[in-house]
């Protein structure tokens, strides 16, 4: 799937990658007439060879947290569990936004949207509805919504804090997606959800991508269908400028030499989630990568 799949040895060499010029340098005000800087989002994994699967289709996917009536592993008809998976992502993210509402957390809430019955179709997923879906995701709930971001430093922070916890003996990676590529096929949305009542998600440069036929392609081939699925089925035989799918690894022992030098362009999990609670563990963070005084 991959048109570029490089290896980088050291988290220096990386980090001087992103700052030299490169594909992702803007040429002219084309590349940056856009929302998205010279047509790229960027995404961290703190394992190489994940799939891009989103966490509600990730086993386990821990709806049970969200939801009184999770999704019947045991349903031998394939539409029947793809009605109840799809009611217990639904029903998860109206629980989070009643939750908030109760106390008084402003959200984009709106109770019509989640009246009627809820079945198998992917059209129950309807734009109305993916803001509300965006900021549930953002706060932990598992849906079907897949994060990005515009910056591939901050994708960078997330796959190197992420990978601290994985083995030495692996490789975590940045997936560079282009939007026009994505803009080609029908069955991914781009979904921007609004900054200005979410911190985290302005400080993150945040976005997310969403599969439009996840259910039809789950009651045709039995399984949750990936990024990777959906480009390498739907993607046209078509000349772009720019690579359309690009992804860098390093050695997870590098992960905190790149916090390292992420934090000298002020990103830092204080600078992406900022919070007073994050504020108060700052200067742990900072002991953390560089030892004791």
């Given at each position: 799937?991959?048109?570029?799949?490089?290896?980088?040895?050291?988290?220096?060499?990386?980090?001087?990658?992103?700052?030299?010029?490169?594909?992702?340098?803007?040429?002219?005000?084309?590349?940056?007439?856009?929302?998205?800087?010279?047509?790229?989002?960027?995404?961290?994994?703190?394992?190489?060879?994940?799939?891009?699967?989103?966490?509600?289709?990730?086993?386990?996917?821990?709806?049970?947290?969200?939801?009184?009536?999770?999704?019947?592993?045991?349903?031998?008809?394939?539409n029947?569990?793809?009605?109840?998976?799809?009611?217990?992502?639904?029903?998860?993210?109206?629980?989070?936004?009643?939750?908030?509402?109760?106390?008084?957390?402003?959200?984009?809430?709106?109770?019509?949207?989640?009246?009627?019955?809820?079945?198998?179709?992917?059209?129950?997923?309807?734009?109305?509805?993916?803001?509300?879906?965006?900021?549930?995701?953002?706060?932990?709930v598992?849906?079907?919504?897949?994060?990005?971001?515009?910056?591939?430093?901050?994708?960078?922070?997330?796959?190197?804090?992420?990978?601290?916890?994985?083995?030495?003996?692996?490789?975590?990676?940045?997936?560079?997606?282009?939007?026009?590529?994505?803009?080609?096929?029908?069955?991914?949305?781009?979904?921007?959800?609004?900054?200005?009542n979410?911190?985290?998600?302005?400080?993150?440069?945040g976005?997310?991508?969403?599969?439009?036929?996840?259910?039809?392609?789950?009651?045709?081939?039995?399984?949750?269908?990936?990024?990777?699925?959906?480009?390498?089925?739907?993607?046209?035989?078509?000349?772009?400028?720019?690579?359309?799918?690009?992804?860098?690894?390093?050695?997870?022992?590098?992960?905190?030499?790149?916090?390292?030098l992420?934090?000298?362009?002020?990103?830092?999990?204080?600078?992406?989630?900022?919070?007073?609670?994050?504020?108060?563990?700052?200067?742990?963070y900072?002991?953390?990568?560089?030892g004791?005084?």
């Open positions: 799937m991959y048109d570029v799949d490089e290896s980088f040895e050291t988290a220096r060499e990386f980090f001087n990658f992103l700052l030299e010029d490169n594909i992702f340098e803007p040429k002219s005000v084309f590349d940056v007439s856009e929302k998205v800087t010279n047509s790229y989002i960027f995404r961290g994994q703190a394992q190489k060879d994940w799939d891009l699967l989103p966490t509600a289709h990730r086993e386990p996917n821990k709806l049970e947290n969200y939801t009184p009536q999770p999704p019947h592993k045991g349903e031998k008809e394939r029947d569990y793809v009605c109840s998976h799809t009611h217990a992502e639904i029903r998860s993210v109206y629980l989070f936004l009643e939750a908030a509402d109760h106390v008084g957390l402003k959200t984009p809430i709106d109770y019509s949207l989640f009246k009627g019955q809820v079945d198998g179709s992917d059209d129950i997923f309807k734009p109305t509805l993916l803001p509300s879906i965006a900021l549930a995701q953002h706060h932990g598992s849906t079907r919504l897949l994060d990005w971001t515009e910056s591939p430093f901050i994708a960078a922070y997330f796959a190197a804090n992420s990978a601290l916890s994985q083995d030495d003996d692996s490789h975590f990676s940045i997936i560079c997606m282009s939007t026009h590529l994505l803009k080609d096929l029908s069955s991914i949305s781009v979904i921007s959800a609004p900054k200005v979410n911190r985290f998600l302005g400080a993150q440069r976005l997310f991508t969403i599969i439009n036929s996840a259910n039809s392609f789950f009651n045709t081939n039995g399984k949750w269908p990936s990024l990777e699925d959906i480009i390498n089925g739907e993607r046209p035989n078509k000349f772009y400028m720019r690579h359309g799918v690009i992804r860098f690894s390093l050695p997870v022992s590098e992960a905190k030499s790149l916090l390292k992420l934090y000298k362009l002020d990103i830092s999990e204080l600078t992406i989630m900022p919070s007073l609670e994050n504020a108060a563990k700052h200067f742990k900072k002991k953390d990568l560089w004791k005084v």
